[in-house]
């Protein structure tokens, strides 16, 4: 006492002498985002009554691979569900919708009881509201564990959190195989696809590094992903968990990272191993001791796809083809958008595609810009930058509402093309939004941050004075970047900036404040500390 229980994918459950606690549990045979992603390795022999008999579930956001409304139906009557407060309703509504009470938001980093003992549990929301994800810090009986997750916090942030936790952080798990529909959803020669899955997973890689050395946790551990894909229309996406693949499973992450940092003690977790917070002995799982990342990964996902296969069939009864009229409803959703946010039309400035296939499909266009939206489902535009090509039964369930647009996106059950090659963070951000409250907040934080401070960054012989702070979420740069030339990459979201101008190179995206190159020592603000 007390123990930490892994669950699978970001399911934790957490005994103490006084309360129970899961974290993110997820157990859905129908997997998540459309029967698109599956537990990997899988946990259903772990979803047994027993497991629910809890006090508290932490919900950190509404991904459905942390938001299990499978589980969250199922619980016992004084089961209580703290989610964090964010600035939006979509998890709260989410959670009213399905019928789930006794719901408690979270002030964000304030510290929640869990018993009359001296636990509590913290919510720590991302920095920028562009993103609603949170990390969970839970200290149970005298020892923290800080649950990232998905989120993506600041190494500020991540000391914080272990200051507020009393300066030790006996486990810290930390995300290593990012949600990403990009690049194996877009139009990419096979060879340049390879290149960028390589590039963002030794990325990622690096932002986890930073953030563990910044803390020195007690224990770090690999967690949150990747998934598997057992549908046969989305199959040949497993091959992005071989390396150098953009989805990495835990034992190759903890490998490149213990080489990197081998000072750190670092430990992998399958579904049902028990961890003991207080002697850090841990109880393998006698059924997932006999999984392997390697040996025999093919038949494995063979045997769970065939198992899995009537589950998958519920997915797609669930989701009909679209009837007459489809067209209309999919105009009078972007209309609705379009009325949102003038703020984030302004910074999307570009016309959408959205090439609808099966019955009452088409080329749909979407002009989204400082004068609103305007659909034209005609298809006439002659150069629309972004391109999405999806099935309209999938895109029906985001229109009625039974599915986000951001579930969409990560079904991977589509395709993606764009033109120039720049990503739109206003676009996303208002699709899986969608809702003007949340567009505020993004707007408020975006226009209300302190741009006058500065570091110094030598390349050669010359010295770059430049913000600190990254223009697009504000991860400080003198810790959380790394240069390439003349290229500065931002390790918290691959944000690329010219030293040289402070245009962002793969993004749309205000640019980083720069003052002209000199020659000579660099001085003035804070120096620039490059991570590995």
């Excluded at 007390?2 to 669950?7: D, I, K, R, S």
């Excluded at 859905?28 to 809890?54: C, E, I, K, M, S």
């Excluded at 629309?384 to 990560?410: H, K």
């Amino acid at each position: 006492m007390p123990a930490l229980t892994f669950l699978g994918h970001a399911g934790l459950r957490v005994q103490a002498r006084r309360f129970r606690l899961l974290a993110d549990p997820w157990f859905a045979r129908t997997g998540a985002f459309l029967g698109a992603w599956h537990q990997f390795p899988r946990n259903d022999h772990l979803d047994r009554p027993g497991l629910l008999d809890v006090d508290w579930v932490a919900v950190s956001h509404e991904h459905l691979d942390h938001m299990d409304l499978s589980v969250l139906s199922r619980l016992p009557p004084h089961a209580r569900v703290l989610i964090p407060r964010y600035p939006g309703p979509a998890l709260r509504e989410r959670l009213r919708a399905a019928g789930v009470a006794r719901v408690i938001e979270l002030e964000p980093w304030r510290p929640f009881p869990l018993d009359d003992q001296g636990s509590w549990i913290a919510a720590i929301p991302e920095q920028s509201p562009m993103c609603h994800d949170s990390a969970l810090l839970i200290v149970a009986d005298g020892h923290a564990v800080l649950d990232c997750n998905d989120a993506r916090l600041t190494a500020a942030q991540a000391r914080r959190a272990k200051h507020l936790a009393g300066g030790r952080l006996d486990v810290m798990t930390v995300q290593t195989a990012g949600a990403s529909w990009h690049p194996i959803c877009y139009s990419y020669p096979p060879e340049v696809r390879a290149r960028i899955e390589a590039e963002k997973r030794i990325g990622k890689f690096r932002a986890v590094l930073r953030l563990v050395r910044a803390t020195g946790p007690e224990l770090a551990v690999p967690f949150a992903g990747p998934a598997c894909f057992l549908d046969p229309d989305l199959l040949a996406f497993n091959d992005s968990i071989r390396a150098p693949g953009v989805f990495p499973d835990n034992e190759q992450a903890a490998a490149w990272l213990s080489e990197h940092l081998p000072a750190q003690r670092w430990a992998c977790f399958r579904p049902g191993d028990v961890l003991d917070l207080a002697t850090g002995a841990v109880v393998p799982d006698p059924v997932s001791a006999r999984f392997s990342y390697t040996d025999g990964l093919e038949e494995y996902l063979e045997r769970y796809a065939a198992d899995r296969a009537a589950d998958l069939e519920l997915v797609r009864a669930a989701a009909p083809e679209p009837g007459p009229g489809f067209g209309a409803v999919f105009a009078a959703h972007f209309s609705r958008l379009g009325a949102l946010s003038p703020y984030f039309l302004e910074r999307i400035g570009m016309t959408v595609r959205f090439r609808v296939t099966g019955p009452n499909g088409g080329d749909w266009d979407v002009r989204l810009d400082a004068d609103g939206a305007r659909v034209d489902l005609a298809g006439r535009a002659t150069a629309p930058e972004y391109t999405f090509t999806v099935a309209g039964r999938w895109l029906a369930a985001v229109l009625s509402g039974s599915i986000s647009w951001e579930d969409l996106l990560l079904s991977l059950r589509l395709s993606a093309h764009r033109d120039p090659d720049r990503y739109n963070d206003y676009l996303i951000g208002l699709l899986k939004h969608a809702e003007e409250q949340a567009l505020r907040a993004v707007e408020a934080y975006e226009t209300g941050r302190d741009q006058d401070e500065r570091i110094t960054i030598p390349v050669g012989e010359r010295v770059f004075e430049v913000g600190r702070y990254c223009p697009h979420a504000g991860e400080d740069l003198a810790i959380g970047a790394v240069v390439d030339g003349t290229t500065l990459h931002c390790l918290a979201h691959n944000f690329a900036f010219d030293l040289e101008t402070g245009e962002c190179l793969n993004a749309r995206c205000d640019p980083l404040a720069v003052s002209a190159a000199r020659r000579g020592a660099p001085t003035g603000a804070g120096p620039y500390r490059p991570a590995p």
